[in-house]
């Protein structure tokens, strides 16, 4: 498991008698906001994926294969969260561009279905990815840490490839 | 611009077929070991997709001295198509290979033509209004994501 490379590289967090791993909510947000923006910082905040999902499987409970698929789970959401939003925000400013365009009459490709294709073929690429990496896991426990570290770092990247248009966009 | 991008890959997938021979190596002046270099430092597939751009600063300054003619956009669009080149032929005999291995063949082929019809679309988008230096490097740097995804699939750290 990659991303248990990364937690040895990270201090855990207290240590607190419970039965679950323990998941720093702000952990991704705190990760985004000192790696910065803007054109040099792509590589800074790529490095944030899997980060706070490491840091959760280090803590007691999350050296589990439940554990880790929980942590996992986690960061995944957050991501989902940051890419959702950032393709509102574009997905409106391409609107907002194309009925711009179509009032001064341009002939002009429209930008928002650019945006919704690139999206959509998005999603069966994630879905095809995934699948194709958890049968390599067939029958196994680590299928499903496996497939939950797929779908984090296939939305985690998508949410940055959104976040760098929204970017774009200021 | 360039509808030859995606063809080595899109034969693969179709199956058997001709891998394109690329433009690395030529009179480009770009490096592609310059690429395999930096994957042999990166020790994660983010670093490995941060490689993306090596090899660029220097078929830059190369392209800059050497072109003589008018069009100042030419030596970017030189070298992020030879980049992009250097990383199409990479991803393409990891494919292959991966697929060699593969029994079943039919999940891999699928993520992969998937991937195609996304980045075909991601960059399209990134490409509309004309912006051809924006859709180069969309492709560039995808296809380095993909070969980086690839990479840590066919050796899982």
Redesign the interface.
Known sequence: MRLLVLSLMLATGPALAQSGPTYDAKGLATCLADAGTGADAGPARHACIGRAAAQCMASPGGDTTAGMVECLDHEARDWDRLLNDRYRQVLQAAKAADAGLAGLGSAAAPAAPALQEAQRTWITFRDASCRYESLRFQGGTAGGPAAGDCVLRLTAEQALRLDAMAEGLE | MRPLAGLALAALLAGPGLVHPGLAGDASGFDPAAIDRCLARAE???AR??CAGTGMQSCLDYARRQYTGEDAGFPMANCLDASHQAWEAKLTSLYRAMLDRSDPQE??R??E???I??R???C??AG??GDETARALCLRDETA?QAA?LM??AA??
Do not use: H, I, Y
Request: charged share 30%.
């Open positions: 994660t597939q983010g997709a941060d999940p891999l699928r993520m033509r998937s991937w019809a996304f075909q679309a991601l399209d988008r509309e209004r994501r995804l840590s699939l899982p750290q």
